[in-house]
């Protein structure tokens, strides 16, 4: 089971499912908060600054190539560990009670299989 633990910054209060941020964001977070929105687009050449570890990658009709094929992807530590899953994109930002349960629905599945679950 997960939990809710509350990310605090000068700017919002976040609830991440039982995760916590990596010390690299959580300092480039307090130095500029100004600097990280919501939702961000990043690209390849930095998406290892996220040091996640899990990558979730919804994807969408619109995608014009995998992105499980890119090298860059490839690199992170999660990826290569087996710790990256894709899903509907269209479903996962629906913004609906029906959408919201499959949601919920994929991340029990997987979060179960996670190492350790």
């Known amino acids: 089971m997960t939990r809710a633990v509350p990310v605090e ?22 130095a500029a908060p100004e ?11 930095q998406v290892h600054i996220a040091d996640a570890d899990l990558v979730i990658v919804p994807r ?9 094929d ?6 992170l530590t999660a990826v290569r560990e087996g710790r990256s899953f894709a899903v509907d994109g269209e479903l996962w930002f629906s913004r ?7 949601v919920l629905d994929d991340l ?3 979060l179960g299989k996670l190492p350790g679950q």
């Open 96 to 102: 609906s009670i029906v959408g919201a349960a499959l």
């Open 108 to 110: 029990d599945r997987i």
């Open 9 to 30: 910054d000068t700017t919002r209060r976040q609830f991440l499912a039982g995760t916590t941020r990596p010390q690299a964001q959580l300092d480039a977070l307090a």
């Open 60 to 68: 969408s009709s619109f995608d014009k190539e995998p992105l499980a």
């Open 35 to 45: 600097a990280f929105p919501v939702a961000a687009e990043v690209s390849l050449e």
């Open 70 to 75: 890119n090298p860059l992807f490839q690199r």
